[in-house]
């Protein structure tokens, strides 16, 4: 999944670490303030999502039982009108979208605010990669006219 014609691409590669997430939300508020997206909503959409499929990418990476560290990839492509991430992990199983999550758990929510948030979204199989790709597409709120 793309963007027709982005003006902006921006790649990063993690560990599958605890700390990932947090790192690929720095990551996306830099590129974003590089990018000149100064709504602040629409900003903190984007890393909300951005972490929640890093987080997601991470425990797919980390369940699986592998000789060689493995990455997880994320790309932030975008332009005036919209923002696509996307977050590869090694792990070929596709993302569950749970719509029942008890309150009191302590995960299981983030393809239900990423289905929330999200314009669209969906996974694929890279065939050159191998694993899968999560995205999601996140459109920049219209600007109201009085």
């Known amino acids: 999944m793309s963007i ?3 003006f ?7 560990g599958p670490l605890p700390s990932a997430a947090g790192s690929a939300r720095g990551h996306a508020r830099a ?13 903190e959409t984007v ?44 792990n070929p199983n596709p993302p569950i979208l749970t719509k029942d999550v008890p309150t009191d758990a302590e995960n299981g929510r ?6 929330a948030l999200a314009a669209q979204w969906g996974w694929y199989k890279p065939p050159e990669l191998g694993g899968k790709c999560v995205w999601c597409e996140i459109a920049r709120p219209s600007p109201v006219r009085e």
Not at 8 to 14: G, P
Not at 66 to 79: A, E, F, M
Not at 110 to 115: C, I, N, P, Q
């Open 31 to 43: 590129v974003l303030q590089e990018w000149g997206f100064g709504d602040e909503d629409f900003s």
């Open 4 to 6: 027709p014609r982005p």
């Open 47 to 90: 890393h909300l999502l951005v972490s929640e499929l890093t987080t997601n990418a991470v425990s797919a990476t980390r369940i699986l039982d592998t000789p060689l560290p493995l990455s997880v990839r994320l790309w932030l492509q975008g332009n005036r009108k919209r923002v696509l991430v996307t977050v590869w992990d090694a």
């Open 110 to 115: 983030g393809l239900m605010l990423v289905d």
């Open 8 to 14: 902006f691409t921006s790649h990063l590669e993690l």
